[in-house]
């Protein structure tokens, strides 16, 4: 099979990924109670955000990025120790959401296009970010709603 026809296939895999893709239920708030259980509230949406972050990651990310976050070299970059993904969240979240690429990621670096998701909803780049930042060997702060939205103006 030649290259090209691998790159077609794996862009349509994309394509249909993304399309399919459903935004995961938002987790509900968290009860008004003691300072225990505020922070027993604060840990589960924490590990609900992870556990959004993963899902939208595994419905939308791996075609392209694997389920290793290492990519395919050449095609589609690691996300593995990605400067784009360690550094400065608004620039992440106006590439992926918005399809405007970072200044740190080259043009013609990759063969390909980063596809846009705008139907994410800001928690749910949110809970995403906090993943990639969190898995594959990354070890970044978490990345809140608010900063999100505030990138997306």
């Known amino acids: 099979m030649s ?4 790159l077609a296939i794996l862009a349509l895999g994309s394509v ?9 239920s938002a987790p509900q708030g968290a009860p ?9 509230a604060a840990a589960g949406e924490a590990a609900a955000a992870s ?3 993963e899902r939208i990651y595994n419905g939308n990310c791996v075609p392209c990025h694997q389920q290793s976050g290492a990519g395919i070299p050449g095609v589609y970059p690691s996300l593995a120790g990605s400067p784009v993904v360690l550094g400065d969240p608004a620039p992440l979240a106006r590439w992926v959401i918005q399809g405007k690429r970072p200044t ?21 780049a949110a809970a995403l970010f ?22 997306l103006e």
């Open 3 to 6: 290259p090209r026809n691998v």
């Open 16 to 24: 249909v990924a993304a399309c399919s893709a459903k935004s995961p």
């Open 32 to 40: 008004e109670a003691t300072a225990a259980s505020s922070a027993a």
């Open 51 to 53: 556990g959004a972050g």
């Open 104 to 124: 740190s990621m080259p043009a013609g670096r990759y063969a390909t296009q980063m596809l846009q998701f705008g139907w994410m909803k800001p928690q749910d």
């Open 130 to 151: 906090s993943y990639l930042r969190s898995h594959f060997g990354n070890s970044a702060p978490p990345v809140d709603t608010a900063t999100v939205a505030k990138a």
